[in-house]
């Protein structure tokens, strides 16, 4: 019975990187897709992605824009799964911002890769009995002002919701950074993420400041919130240098992070994608909302 156990164990073991990298070959694939001109033909895209893997969504339109761009309209894709009498929300921005020629920036890095994951988050979760119902909101014009996920909460009952996980540039890396900015009532939210990454033996990193995104939406308005980004580990703790490491950093004068040399550039391109990683990620970003669907406030 040893020797069949021992078999066994090697089999998956030898089975779970090949699934890991038929996944990872997949989401370099889909990546591809969302290089192009708009944000109007990258939400397409996600509705094409969506459909493909049989994931029931809905459009949500609303009136944007800032007072540089004027008025604008915008998009939000919202995949439900289940059903309960609260909510675990889980965000993403889609849009790319545009550079100063014009252009669109390839968004990949920021936010592609966060979409990526999140996709195969709804994947992972499809089908699987929990007691919140699963509210996945892929949102627009995040880059213009947080737009889309302020429309999306202004539609909903904030008081459904339970605990808010949102995720912004994550393309690459197994170093999972995490904000602690986000109020006291998210505190069980980020005891879950602690003990999942110990759990886990995943590397995280704990960013008392953590740059906004739209998370910035749900913490303001009292929601329990965490935002979750990855990076190779050694760009994590030069990110975390950058923001909480004071005059005295240890950092060159004038460094910057690579990623934030990528990000809002024509150097956001695809070739940074890592499709396992994403994979990987996406994963993670499941069972921590598995975990706070088992957690109490």
Known sequence: MLFRSLVAAAALLVALPAAAQESGAAI??????????TNAERMAVIVDQLTA???????QTFEGGNPRTGPMAGSNVVVTLGDGPKDIVLTAHYDAVKLRDGSMSQGIVDNAGSVLAMIEAMKTLKGQTTGHRLIFVLTDQEELGLIGAK??????????IHAVINADVAAYGRTVMYGENNGAQSGFVLTAL?????????????????????????????????????????????MWLAFNGGEDNGLKEGFVPPVFQRIHSTEDKLSYLNGE????????????????????P
């Open 277 to 296: 990683d994403v994979a990987r990620f996406g994963r993670f970003i499941a069972d921590l909302t598995l975990r706070l669907d088992r957690t109490a």
């Open 28 to 37: 370099q694939t889909a990546a591809a897709a969302f290089v192009k001109p």
């Open 53 to 59: 893997a049989g994931l029931p969504h809905q459009l």
């Open 194 to 238: 602690r003990s999942q990454c110990a759990e886990q033996a995943v590397n995280c990193i704990a960013f008392p400041v953590y740059p906004p995104s739209d998370d910035r939406v749900f913490s303001a308005a009292g929601v329990p919130v965490v935002s979750l980004g990855t990076q190779d580990a050694i760009g994590a703790h030069q």
């Open 151 to 160: 429309a999306w909460l202004e539609s909903h009952d904030k008081s459904r």
